[in-house]
């Protein structure tokens, strides 16, 4: 699967952990919350994403994120 969508908090006057920027972004690409993968370095924000359904990890080093991606089968 393929990145679908930027949201840009500045541009939509919304900040995470904000649920609505999340639905924004969910919304605007027509996304399956369970479908969505989704990373951040903020505990918070992947709590947030967690809580409405997406699968959403903590990134902390360039090596866990590729193990994460190698669990989710993109690479």
């Known amino acids: 699967a393929l990145p679908r ?3 840009v ?3 939509v006057k919304l900040i995470k952990p904000d649920p609505s920027i999340y639905l924004l ?3 605007k690409f027509e996304l399956e919350a369970s ?3 989704f990373f951040d ?3 918070d924000n992947v709590k ?3 809580a409405l359904g997406w699968q959403a990890e903590l990134f902390s080093l360039p090596e866990s994120l ?4 190698k669990r ?4």
């Open 5 to 7: 969508g930027v949201t």
């Open 66 to 69: 590729h193990d994460d991606l």
């Open 9 to 11: 908090s500045g541009e």
């Open 25 to 27: 972004h969910q919304e």
């Open 35 to 37: 479908k969505i993968l």
């Open 48 to 50: 947030a994403a967690r």
């Open 41 to 43: 370095d903020s505990p």
């Open 72 to 75: 989710y089968s993109i690479l």
